[in-house]
């Protein structure tokens, strides 16, 4: 079990960045695979980034070259740099496990809001 505690929404005019923080109650050595999720307006929640214990990364194609993901084991938190931001990002970003399953159901945190203006 593992709490997760996002930060660093805000709103944004398009063009502009924001860097979201997802900071874990504990290590996040053990878990092999982080993502960033996104639920936009009346949308399912999406999976946008992806990162590896190795560093490996995978990116939706909505935002890939405009999002980076990281994680920094020492300090048990992932981060996502968001870049160009557009409109259509605008959504609540959350940050889970990512499982062959799917991500932990009993891991989601409160999010982040992220509103791009036009």
């Known amino acids: 079990q593992v709490q997760l505690v996002e930060s660093g929404g805000g709103l944004v005019q398009a063009g502009g960045s924001l860097r979201l923080s997802c900071a874990a109650s504990?290590?996040?050595?053990?878990?092999?695979?982080m993502g960033w999720y996104r639920q936009a307006p009346g949308k399912q929640r999406e999976l946008v980034a992806k990162?590896?214990?190795?560093?490996?990364?995978n990116y939706a194609d909505s935002v890939k070259g405009r999002f980076t993901i990281s994680r920094d084991n020492a300090k048990n938190t992932v981060y996502l740099q968001m870049n160009s931001l557009k409109p259509e990002d605008t959504g609540v970003y959350y940050c889970?496990?990512?499982?062959?399953?799917?991500?932990?159901?009993?891991?989601w945190g409160q999010g982040t809001q992220v509103t791009v203006s036009s």
């Open positions: 889970n496990e990512v499982t062959p399953f799917g991500p932990r159901r009993n891991y």
């Open positions: 504990r290590t996040i050595s053990s878990i092999n695979a």
């Open positions: 990162i590896t214990n190795f560093g490996g990364t």
